[in-house]
């Protein structure tokens, strides 16, 4: 999906750096996505490295109401803190 919206390659070395999933083209279509699979009761799962090392990118997903999250186990750690502490900070 980041790759059609944002038109980039990010196996293309001259572009790649300019690869991000947090581009406000593929966001909106996240969110869209998520919302319309809402309406019609449709899980949503996301997976990829991405989530392992875009906290901020995963919070979004999370508060627009992912269904579930799949990664490689050694992302595991690292997506159960982010998480817990989106979690912590809507409770205070």
């Known amino acids: 999906l980041t ?47 991405t989530l392992i090392h875009r906290g901020e990118l995963l ?3 999370v508060s627009w109401g992912i269904s579930g999250i799949t990664v490689e186990p050694h992302g595991l750690e690292n997506i159960r803190k982010t998480i817990y502490k989106y979690e912590r900070r809507l409770l205070k």
Do not use: T, W
């Open 3 to 49: 790759m059609l919206f944002s038109g980039l390659d990010p196996h293309n070395s001259e572009v790649a750096v300019q690869f991000r999933e947090d581009n406000e083209a593929v966001l909106e279509a996240y969110h869209y996505a998520i919302k319309l699979c809402h309406k019609y009761n449709i899980p949503i799962i996301f997976s990829g490295e």
């Open 59 to 61: 919070e979004k997903l």
